[in-house]
């Protein structure tokens, strides 16, 4: 028998899909020698039987004597190998007995890991919630991880999982092999709800059904046969590595005790088979897709658009041979390539031979069709591959990637069972990918895909889609500007706007091999920043403040990642909640902002302006490289802590670097690559741009009177009838198509005070609301009011700014000049980023009012404060224009001091020193000082190196004293 290892989302035993199809066994009555297992014919019978059922896995709870796993091997059997503990009592609380339940259970796996009959160890099921609520859920979560690392320490060739269950699903499993549930749902759309649910929680590991049934007693034979046979089809449908029915036999002892009032087996306690066992077995048989399903599944075509991919193409075509579809065609566009990719795909379509499928499932030879074609890009490739498809689906996949035998049987599920036009699934990095491309499969910026819900996706990545060929051709297809990236988001925003869904398949998994060298990583994320930049210009809609704004959640195992979300959870009232909710929400700004473009941009451009600058003034580069070099230093820290945490098996030190330094290289790489797309965008899409751009300057002075606190009025009038509602949901769709639009907020019935709300930076909103009175003869007065009203963040950033102005007086008195000019500098951008967040929201919200009162034929009576619209815009410019002059020439009055007084300092005059006079005992009045105040010469503490009485001093230079101020600088601040 060969050892059973992980293949992406599914088991494999040597080079062939292996599907777990077990049943439980047990647990039975001790005999005198304290194992829980029938007498050795007995169970030599009972895997007999079980394997003429179908079965090829058993499930025991209690570590099983070697002949036990001996008699399984004779059949053919695997066993799943439970090592129970006491997780029903509190472990934690006695060190002890947690340091026991760690050393037995290493005990058990070096005996029994070597036996070919092992499949995996279950090290623990179910520990209870109201145990987890106990000790925490942290704490139990590292307490698995422990033994599952003293586990592997003692088998490291051996797999392992923990067995979950509902009531403590939060729990992170992700150290362990395979993510396990025990799920009894009797209704099959529930079930396969929930198991669309475990697939996001166990991401890219296999998911595993390791309890299923039904109570006969209960139930009766008819209903428990149906139940079970249900729910192992629903468990290989939604993609599960496979299913474990409970149980074998209805005997059962727990506790001390043979319970007799439940009687889950699939025979009785005489070994007579029920209904269930015959059910069970026709499921398994037709795992994971009956015959009849797949006379049903329509043709696809298989698109690979190559563009000098000689390296992998040949591993990418030699998977599609190996797929397990009734029914498709494979069409390869080489891209103008200049290596020998067009030549190998030429020599796969001349092979008639189909590889071996690693299932045991019928298919048939593909079509193969190569097209040569002169380098447009990839959207054009995708096209051209579109028009040749002669399938009801069109499946996309890349060059660099190897697909999984069932694949394309999994990703055409929600096309379908539901009314989606789109598919996707995950893709992961292959164990055998070199060190490097390793590393950066760890860090950010992959392809991933981004769930609205367990089933409906917001994007799918490139390397693994499927659209309907209609649904494509409906929207034109793939836009061709996009020559490098952003196409694949492009089109499932494009779908998604006609009012389309695209669904998710979690087990239509691809290996994508990613960048073999740093240099390769850099390039590949400038490209997809420069997309990006195209994106933000289609679709501004998408885009705050030049990040993308997802309505979904980003799905990926890496730290990075999860650190954007911070999970609530609700266990109801005292933890009883059998299925407990888990809320995700975005994490903080502040949390990822170290790792941010702008932020590792600011620190070192801080750093080089004090080391540029310590010459001339001490303070401020002193303050500029303490801060810059701070926010380096957490931008490192930020990143070593996600190399740390980041799931990396057999990783060396230099791994994890590695994997530190291209997350700090990722950010800067597309910072420049959004830099090179904003100069290089194509026409069409700055004409788009242009086109949403809002322009704000005409809208100052109506910002200006929001900033004073006043409150814009408008009325429109309307022969015809409207509805507030209709208006509002116009205005926030015309709101939300601007370029650079940002969040749009809309009130949900908790405020009475507005209906939609522009954020202003966190420090603030412009709140918008609206009334329609109703006239006679169907006519309409429709009211709008906005205002602007600070938030908490607003108001404690007004009291800082005014600390800091303050703080800045008392340095500018005591003669620090140069941190009190930095003080105002920074509290007068601050300022005016505010002001002109306020005008451009303003303007947003004029823009999209004059749009809907256009498409509904309002007329505009008046709008407030008072002054007319041109004689506002005309004063808002004169004020605009005085408080630039103004802010110009206080700085100006402010810096030309301090600049020359630096000057005199560093660079004296070259006029002759003149010879100080002999120190008199004559009386030296200081002016200006109060009447009569003198200072006498016997006062004046004497050169360290004084001349003798009565002689000159020696001509020197002045020192050169901290915060003095020479008299030339005294007259010119004057």
Known sequence: MQRIGVDGKFLRAGDRRFLVKGVTYGTFAPDRDGDQYPALATVRDDFAAMAAAGFNTVR???????????????????????????????????????????????????????????????????????VVRWHGPGRVERFLRALCDDARAAAPEALFTYVNYPPTSYLDLSPFDVCAFNVYLHRENDLRGYLRQLQSVAGHKPLLLAEAGADSVREGHEAQAAITATHVRAAFAEGACGAVAFAWTDEWWRGGFDVRDWSFGLVDRGRRPKPALAAVSRAFADAPFSPEDRSRWPKVSVVVCAFNAAETIDECLVSLDALDYPDYEVIVVNDGSTDRTGELARAWARDDRRASRGVDAPGCRPAKHVLDVANGGLSRARNIGLEQASGEIVAYTDADVRVDPLWLAYLVQPLLTSDVVGSGGPNVVPADDPRIAQSVARAPGGPTHVLLDDRIAEHVPGCNMAFRRDALLAIGGFNPIYLRAGDDVDVCWRLQARGWKIGFSPAAIVWHRHRATVRAYWRQQAGYGEGETWLALKHPDKFVGGDMLWRGRIYSPLPFVRALYRARLNTGVWGTAPFPSVYNSGASGLSFLPTSAGWI???????????????????????????????????????????RDVEYSGARLRDRLLVAWLHIVQPLARLRGRIRGHFAAPSELAEHAAATTVRWLPSIGRGLALTAGLRLDRRFWTESWTSLPALLDQLVTALRRQRGAGRVDVDEGWSQSW?????????????????????ARGACLVRTSSRVRPTGGGIVGIFAMAGAIAAAMILEDAGRTMPSLAIVLVCALALFWTLRRIVLASARMQAALAEVAEANALILLDEGPSLKPALAGVAAGTLQASFVIAIGAFFIMTAAPTVWDAADDYFPSHQPQQAAPALVSKPIVVSPVPARATVTARSIPPPKSAPPHGK??????????????SPQGERRRT
């Not at 002045?958 to 101020?965: A, M």
């Open 601 to 643: 941009v600011m620190s070192l451009a801080l750093i080089a302006f004090g080391a540029l600058t310590h010459w001339l003034a001490r303070d401020a580069s002193r303050a500029a490289l303490l801060i810059g070099c701070a926010g380096l230093v957490a931008t490192i820290v930020r990143c070593l802590k996600f190399a």
């Open 952 to 965: 000159a001093l020696a001509p020197h230079t002045p020192l050169r004293t901290h915060g003095t101020v």
């Open 60 to 130: 025991v709870y209690t570590p099983p004597p070697v002949w036990v796993l001996d008699e399984a091997a004779r059949a053919g059997l695997r066993v799943m190998i439970g090592l129970p503990w006491t997780q029903h009592v509190a472990f934690l609380d006695d060190r002890d007995l947690a340091d026991s339940i760690r050393r037995d259970v290493v005990r058990h796996v070096r005996a029994l890991a070597d036996h070919p009959a092992a499949l995996m160890f279950a090290l623990g099921n179910e520990v209870p919630p109201s």
């Open 755 to 775: 209906d939609v709300a522009l954020p202003i930076g966190g420090l603030g909103r412009l709140e918008a609301r609206g009334l329609v009175e109703e006239h």
